[in-house]
């Protein structure tokens, strides 16, 4: 990817505020980013393949503090990869830790609304292996502009998500079984989604 192509992406899709730490951190260890058609079970992901470039993935339609966050989840896998290969756990003490110092700055800068910093203060205390897992933090990235989370639907209800309804199951640790109603098939579905997408 060439580098001013990532910062046209990085303009486009976060904070104007945080976009030139976001493409430093691309100048300092440079990895392909790739953007995503709407997932329901992850906003990015991380590979790394012998002989091949790194690449990050991350959901094109993420508002704007999702893609920053997912962003940083993801080049904090990319570091951890960088120093201890495959030798640590994914979600371990070293990716939450590389994490965190990924973040400190933009703490630091403002760049989240005042309720979201505390919000994201209190998530990186231990994150887990998604951001949105965390009910507080989900719930106020997306509450100005999605309002219903999946999670605040009594079960049985019936829901669209990107264009397809499902009916609303049993709660699984931070997912819900969901079944399409076209298909009849199942899916876990992240607890905190945003509905009406």
Known sequence: ????????????????????????LWLDSP??????KSRTTKFGDFSCRPGRQPRITINADSSPYVFLLTYLHEVAHLHVHR?????????????????RNLCAPLLQLNIFPAPLAVAVRNHLQNPPASSFT????????????????????????????HGRWYKKGKLRRTRIVCKELNSSR???ISAHAPLGS
């Open 1 to 24: 990817m060439q580098a001013t192509a990532l910062k046209t992406l990085l303009e486009t899709h976060v904070a104007p505020a945080a976009v030139a730490y976001c493409f430093q």
């Open 31 to 36: 990895f392909q980013l790739v953007l995503r």
């Open 83 to 99: 120093r201890f290969g495959f030798s640590v756990s994914p979600h371990g003490e070293e990716w939450k830790q590389t994490y």
């Open 134 to 161: 965390d009910a507080g933090l989900s719930r106020l990235i997306h509450e100005p502009d999605k309002g219903l989370l999946l999670i605040d639907l009594p079960e049985g209800s019936e829901f669209q998500l």
């Open 186 to 188: 199942t899916y876990l």
